[in-house]
């Protein structure tokens, strides 16, 4: 991203309202010092919709290439923008009771009909330097979150835009695992080392608030997925088997019969990478479904 003048600027599009009306991101970028206009590309650190989905619109109305990690590319398809059909499917992957199931999903359709979101210019590559004026940017692929989540490391103000990956309070929910992508927790953990030791003077998270101490907050986030795996693991040993009986054994933020919509999806997502964890350390073994079925190997 760059502003006519030298020195480029960087600021999120994320918070944006996506409406049909008006110039995207117009407040933000005002007091950026800028104008759309004057965006020339825009690097997105994963394809979901509250990060992603002003992309389009800042390239119609400026111009700017789109920047995105490779892996996350078929995110972009409809049908993985449509909330009541990826929820439908995941509650029948992890055998959630039938009718409940009917009810959560009629809850979450929406009248818009889900579209595909429009595909980058650019396709991002793991340690890439981005010539960015002013800034000297690098990718640093994190996967977990989302499989083709990236962070943005600048080098010389020693800077860390982590997107997704690392909030300062907040735990970010695990993509599910698909085929080619069954082990999300390994990579999210993976992930949180490359982070380590970089010591960055402040990270800039795309959601939350600045901080600082990327290390402390490296080892809480690694600390708080070695209970909820031991949590998962014990719900094994006592006899829970589908996916939906595994996450009602784990501790969530509120009661796990309260959880709806997003949060119920996200922590149906983090059991099951969990279970994607222990399956590829060789420690469960999966019966495929709908349901699948989950057993601890002796
Ligand atoms: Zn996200």
Redesign the pocket.
Same mark, same amino acid.
């Given at each position: 991203m760059s502003s006519r003048r030298t020195r480029a600027r960087i600021w999120s599009t994320r918070g944006g309202t996506p409406t049909r009306r008006g110039t995207p991101c117009a407040g933000g970028l005002a007091a950026a010092g800028t104008r759309v206009e004057d965006v020339r590309g825009v690097i997105v650190t +994963?394809a979901?919709t !509250?990060?992603y989905g002003l992309a389009g619109r800042i390239r119609e109305a400026s111009g700017a290439w789109i920047a995105l990690h490779e892996l996350d590319v078929p995110l972009l398809a409809a049908a993985e923008c449509d909330p009541a059909g990826r929820l439908a499917g995941l509650l029948e992957r992890v055998g959630a009771p039938p009718r409940l199931a009917d009810r959560l999903v009629s809850r979450a359709r929406t009248r818009r009909r889900p579209e595909d979101l429009p595909h980058p210019d650019r396709i991002l590559q793991d340690r890439e330097r981005l010539a960015v004026p002013g800034f000297d940017l690098r990718v640093l692929w994190t996967p977990g +979150?989302?499989p083709g +989540?990236i962070c943005l490391w600048e080098d010389r103000r020693r800077l860390l835009l982590s997107? !997704?990956h690392v909030l300062p309070e907040f735990a970010?929910g695990l993509h599910e695992p698909a085929p080619g992508r069954e082990d999300p927790l390994g990579g999210y953990l993976s992930s949180l080392d490359r982070l380590a030791g970089l010591d960055p003077a402040e990270v800039l998270p795309?959601h939350e608030h600045r901080f600082t101490g990327l290390d402390a907050r490296l080892a809480a986030l690694r600390a708080h997925h070695r209970r909820r795996l031991a949590q998962v693991a014990g719900a094994l040993r006592i006899g829970a088997v589908h996916g939906w009986d595994i996450a009602a054994a784990v501790t969530w933020h509120r009661p796990f019969e309260e959880l709806r919509g997003f949060a119920l999806r996200a922590a149906l997502q983090d059991t099951l990478a969990c279970l994607g964890l222990l399956d590829a350390r060789g420690l469960v073994r999966r019966e495929t479904g709908p349901p699948e079925r989950w057993y601890p190997r002796a």
């Amino acid at each position: 991203m760059s502003s006519r003048r030298t020195r480029a600027r960087i600021w999120s599009t994320r918070g944006g309202t996506p409406t049909r009306r008006g110039t995207p991101c117009a407040g933000g970028l005002a007091a950026a010092g800028t104008r759309v206009e004057d965006v020339r590309g825009v690097i997105v650190t +994963h394809a979901h919709t !509250d990060h992603y989905g002003l992309a389009g619109r800042i390239r119609e109305a400026s111009g700017a290439w789109i920047a995105l990690h490779e892996l996350d590319v078929p995110l972009l398809a409809a049908a993985e923008c449509d909330p009541a059909g990826r929820l439908a499917g995941l509650l029948e992957r992890v055998g959630a009771p039938p009718r409940l199931a009917d009810r959560l999903v009629s809850r979450a359709r929406t009248r818009r009909r889900p579209e595909d979101l429009p595909h980058p210019d650019r396709i991002l590559q793991d340690r890439e330097r981005l010539a960015v004026p002013g800034f000297d940017l690098r990718v640093l692929w994190t996967p977990g +979150h989302s499989p083709g +989540h990236i962070c943005l490391w600048e080098d010389r103000r020693r800077l860390l835009l982590s997107g !997704d990956h690392v909030l300062p309070e907040f735990a970010v929910g695990l993509h599910e695992p698909a085929p080619g992508r069954e082990d999300p927790l390994g990579g999210y953990l993976s992930s949180l080392d490359r982070l380590a030791g970089l010591d960055p003077a402040e990270v800039l998270p795309a959601h939350e608030h600045r901080f600082t101490g990327l290390d402390a907050r490296l080892a809480a986030l690694r600390a708080h997925h070695r209970r909820r795996l031991a949590q998962v693991a014990g719900a094994l040993r006592i006899g829970a088997v589908h996916g939906w009986d595994i996450a009602a054994a784990v501790t969530w933020h509120r009661p796990f019969e309260e959880l709806r919509g997003f949060a119920l999806r996200a922590a149906l997502q983090d059991t099951l990478a969990c279970l994607g964890l222990l399956d590829a350390r060789g420690l469960v073994r999966r019966e495929t479904g709908p349901p699948e079925r989950w057993y601890p190997r002796a």
